[in-house]
């Protein structure tokens, strides 16, 4: 059974840091498509960071160019998003999610809050 495993959230300060990872249990994440979408209240889920390892390719949203990263670990199976300059505007339920090219499976979301 395939699941997909979120940490890392939590409040923090605007202008602040914060590190999320996405451990893949029963899926080798690095040989897919792996993002991090989020979801905001009031609003649609919005893709943040997507990275394909076979290609060596990122994106991002453009409101987080610059302040986030994206990154896989193939050692421990996980992908990661270190989030710096976080802003209020971030704040929203971080979604991992790994796209196989017929399945999408998605962790259930951690919560990142930025506020003083």
């Known amino acids: 059974q395939v699941q997909l495993v979120e940490s890392g959230g939590g409040l923090v300060q605007p202008g602040g840091s914060l590190r999320l990872s996405c451990a893949g249990i029963?899926?080798?994440?690095?040989?897919?498509?792996m993002s991090w979408h989020r979801q905001a209240p009031g609003k649609e889920r919005e893709l943040v960071a997507s990275?394909?390892?076979?290609?060596?390719?990122?994106n991002y949203l453009d409101s987080v160019k610059g302040r986030f990263t994206i990154s896989g670990n193939n050692t421990e199976n996980r992908v990661d998003l270190q989030m710096n300059s976080l802003k209020p505007e971030d704040t929203a339920v971080y979604y991992c999610?790994?796209?196989?090219?017929?399945?999408?499976?998605w962790g259930k979301g951690t919560l990142v809050t930025v506020s003083s």
């Open positions: 990275l394909t390892s076979a290609e060596g390719s990122t």
């Open positions: 029963g899926i080798t994440v690095n040989l897919y498509t």
């Open positions: 999610n790994v796209h196989t090219g017929w399945l999408d499976y």
